[in-house]
């Protein structure tokens, strides 16, 4: 009992394509697709579904049994589970399965899945074993096991041209000889013989920010999380270190198992032998107290609450009722200032807001007041606009670019059919910033020993964030 395996389905509650489930009866995983589309059925927003699902074990009432799910575009997938199970196991396999999938097809759908099914047969089959345990789930390892398609139809086309050689004993070009067949590398994450014409590595250290802050501007919570994401395209088995300036903001860390534990407890430094292709490095939390976030956004210390992230923006709603009619104004002001943060700015703003159920007659202007621009700034050329889900009831207004110092506001009315209207209270806000991270983490040297040759090395920082701000 574990993980019981996996059942992938569509937008209608369709399955597509599910695991052996070996270890259950044949019932078991329409017992799971069940109970998931009923409990969609009761649902009146796909997010009120429960993220967990009890489902009652179809042989032993006795035997706790729950279907765990997670939503990628158009595509639900189940992972049943049963016994003595943590449902956060079944969740850390969903997500291990969507990186997988993405790594091995970029965009997950329901047409990738159909247009690929063998192939995805094949990865439930090699990352689940038949009593519910993970098995192979490194994309180095799955992928020489399953190839990728492109892969696929470059080794079936080296077979046809080549099916003469290899009735004579030969090997076709582009398959796997015994010295670099799978598992044939002494290093689980690294494929043996990788070789490149091009020698190149990068690291984006991307870090979001996760807020709650009250009407008053002040954070009630803020956190900031960041991933050390990796694209590796070395030959042979290079040994790297990666050591950083400032390492007393990261805290909570935790590491891709390449990384040597050690050398890191030893002397805050990265020591480790790359995988191949794209991988996380490493997970981590900012430390507020090892640094100065306030000073990095022009903002006053006195602002910032002791632990807490000051917010790089300031939003403000005033919301006017009549009966069931209601006006609104709503500001969004960059804090960052030309002084600090010259070239810096929030993009990609978004802000949602929920009217509430059955409101009507949405009609909103919205504009940018070019007082709060600072010295040397031109006007910004594009606009922002809005939109309404008259599905969701929710309210959308979009930023492109926000420079620093720049405010901007969104003015409109709408009418409820209740009195008095009764919109959220609380404000949703998407953003990021580009070459920017908010621990301002530094790389002070990344170097590549244990290869002859000199390869291209890069490193960059983004940050995004989601904020709830209530007024």
């Known amino acids: 009992m574990g993980i019981d395996g996996l059942i992938l389905l569509d937008s209608a509650g369709r399955s597509i394509i599910q695991s052996g489930f070996r270890s259950t009866t044949s019932t078991y995983p329409f017992l799971h697709v069940e109970a998931f589309n009923a409990a969609a059925a009761n649902a009146q927003r796909p997010t009120d579904i429960d993220s967990v699902i009890y489902v009652q074990h179809p042989t032993n009432v006795d035997i706790p049994s729950a279907c765990c799910h997670v939503s990628v575009g158009d595509l ?21 399965f969507i990186d997988i999938l993405q790594e091995y097809f970029g965009d997950v759908s329901v047409v990738t899945v159909k247009e690929n099914f063998d192939i995805v047969y094949q990865l439930l089959e090699e990352i689940l074993d038949s009593v519910g345990h993970p098995l192979t789930t490194s994309h180095n390892a799955l992928r020489d096991i399953v190839l990728p398609p492109s892969l696929l139809t470059k080794l079936l086309n080296a077979a046809s ?32 013989g990788v070789k490149y014409a ?83 490095l490493a997970e981590y939390r900012f430390a507020p107290n090892a640094g100065n976030s306030a000073l990095r956004f022009g903002t006053s210390s006195t602002t910032a609450v002791k632990d807490q992230i000051p917010m790089p923006f300031v939003m403000k709603a005033r919301f006017e009722f009549d009966g069931n009619n209601a006006t609104f104004e709503i500001s969004f002001t960059s804090r960052l200032t030309t002084r600090v943060n010259e070239n810096v700015s929030l993009e990609n703003i978004s802000v949602e807001l929920n009217l509430g159920e059955g409101v009507h007659g949405i009609k909103c202007v919205a504009s940018r007041e070019s007082g709060g621009l600072g010295r040397g700034l031109s006007v910004e050329t594009s606009t922002a606009s809005w939109s309404f889900d008259q599905k969701k009831k929710v309210l959308r207004w979009e930023i492109p670019r926000a420079p620093p110092s720049t405010h901007w506001t969104l003015q409109g009315s ?58």
Not at 259 to 266: F, G, T
Not at 427 to 432: D, G, L, S, T
Not at 444 to 468: D, F, H, M, W
């Open 161 to 192: 041209a080549n099916l003469a050689a290899i009735g004579a004993g030969g090997t076709a070009p582009g398959l796997h000889t015994a010295a670099h067949g799978p598992f044939s590398s002494p290093i689980p994450w690294r494929r043996a």
């Open 76 to 96: 639900r997938i189940l992972c049943p589970i049963s016994g003595n199970v943590d449902p956060l196991v079944g969740f850390s396999f969903l997500r291990t």
């Open 414 to 471: 709408f009418t409820a059919p209740t009195a008095p209207p009764r919109p959220s209270r609380a404000m949703q806000i998407r953003f990021e910033i580009p070459s920017r991270t908010f621990s301002q983490l530094k790389v002070e040297q990344l170097r590549i020993t244990g290869e002859g040759y000199k390869p291209y090395k890069g490193v960059r920082g983004r940050s995004c964030a989601n904020v709830e701000w209530r007024w």
């Open 198 to 280: 091009s020698n190149e590595i990068y690291f984006d250290m991307v870090e979001e920010l996760r807020a709650i802050v009250n009407k008053h501007g002040v954070p009630l919570s803020s956190n900031v999380f960041g991933q050390i994401e990796g694209n590796c395209r070395l030959s042979g088995t290079p040994d790297c270190l990666l050591t950083f300036s400032n390492s007393q903001v990261l805290a909570d860390c935790a590491f891709h198992p390449c990384v040597r534990l050690q050398r890191w407890s030893k002397d805050r430094a990265l020591s480790f032998i790359p995988p191949d292709g794209h991988f996380v």
